[in-house]
């Protein structure tokens, strides 16, 4: 079982940049689609991005297309999400999201989740 850890939360001003880590322990994350999910107070959870085991594939939300990226570092064992031109919207906890072990389609159903990392984005 894939044990995720998120990073790289934290404030910024509305325009900034973060870029979230995912990183997996007790086993490798080689072989699971990979995403993120984000959940702001009082709203349902909201799919974010993800990518396929070899990164060959990517799935955005239409809310964060152009802005942000999802990449993956197998070597690593670390899922990434560049997230640039930040708005106030994008204020939630971000859950890094996995599925497998192994090579699954898309649309994904996630079976193991982190903790999650907030970001908060002020005007």
């Known amino acids: 079982q894939a044990q995720l850890v998120e990073s790289g939360g934290g404030s910024v001003q509305a325009g900034g940049s973060l870029r979230l880590s995912c990183a997996a322990s007790g086993r490798t994350l080689r072989n699971y689609a990979m995403g993120w999910v984000r959940q702001a107070p009082g709203k349902e959870r909201e799919f974010v991005a993800a990518?396929?085991?070899?990164?060959?594939?990517?799935h955005y939300a239409d809310s964060v297309k152009g802005r942000f990226t999802i990449s993956r570092d197998n070597a690593k064992n670390t899922v990434y999400l560049r997230m640039n031109s930040l708005k106030p919207d994008d204020t939630s906890v971000y859950y890094c999201a996995a599925e497998g072990p192994y090579h699954s389609s898309w649309p994904y159903e996630f079976d193991y989740w982190g903790q999650g990392t907030q970001v908060t984005v002020s005007s």
């Open positions: 990518i396929n085991w070899n990164g060959s594939s990517t």
